[in-house]
């Protein structure tokens, strides 16, 4: 299976007020595993005309902001209205093809991507026509859950302690923690229980 890890910084957590600030992608392809500094990534950082955002979200990515505050050429900068566009080139160079619509079907993963990544995507301009996400999404807490301890499903940083990850801490830049999702899931690719599922 292919699906693409992808994960966002934002300036708060409510889609219709705050911004994209970061957008990252992998491509994981699970019949052929690369080294993880190898796989295809997109990486955007996006230049509104002001920023609109939560104290401790703006802290969090003050990086962010520096970089998106620098007047010397970055290939990686875009507008909102074409951050959809350049990640649906990024998806057909990597050999994705659009469905019968015209529109960039993937699997997506990613640390609540559902919940939280979902409702940003949802609010850019192209998403549905140009490119959309596949109903069933993989977020690696699944995985790691306790069934028996956990009355939630784990954090990120919980799940890379389960994992064994030399360092556990989030590192909160897309694509590092995009990178971090295929490497949590990527134990689960070969497990007995999936090799006694029949193939149709």
Same mark, same amino acid.
């Given at each position: 299976m292919r699906y693409i890890s992808l994960d966002l910084e934002t300036t708060g957590g409510k889609p219709q007020r705050h911004q994209i600030l970061e957008l990252a992608a992998v491509v994981e392809d699970t019949?052929? $595993? !690369?080294? $993880?500094?190898? !796989?295809?990534?997109? /990486? *955007? &950082?996006?230049r509104h005309p002001e920023y609109v955002g939560t104290a401790g979200a703006l802290a969090l990515n003050a990086g962010l902001l520096e970089e998106l505050a620098r007047?010397?050429?970055n290939p990686e900068l875009c507008a909102p209205d074409e951050l959809l566009p350049q990640l649906r080139e990024f998806?057909? %160079?990597? %050999?994705?093809r659009p469905d019968k619509h015209d529109c960039?079907? &993937?699997v997506m993963a990613g640390k609540n991507i559902a919940s939280f990544d979902l409702g940003f995507l949802r609010e850019l301009p192209g998403y549905g026509?140009?490119? /959309?996400?596949?109903?069933?999404? @993989?977020?690696?807490a699944a995985f790691y859950?306790?069934?028996r301890k956990d009355t939630r499903l784990p954090t990120m940083q919980t799940c890379k302690a389960r994992a064994g990850f030399e360092d556990d801490t989030v590192a909160h830049q897309a @694509?590092?923690?995009? !990178?971090?999702?295929?490497? !949590?899931? *990527?134990p689960f690719y070969a497990l007995p229980v999936y090799q006694q599922v029949r193939e149709n």
């Open positions: 019949k052929t $595993l !690369l080294p $993880l500094p190898e !796989l295809p990534a997109f /990486r *955007r &950082v996006v007047k010397e050429p998806l057909l %160079g990597q %050999g994705f960039v079907a &993937v026509k140009l490119v /959309r996400a596949e109903p069933a999404m @993989l977020d690696p859950l306790n069934w @694509l590092a923690d995009a !990178l971090d999702v295929v490497q !949590l899931l *990527r």
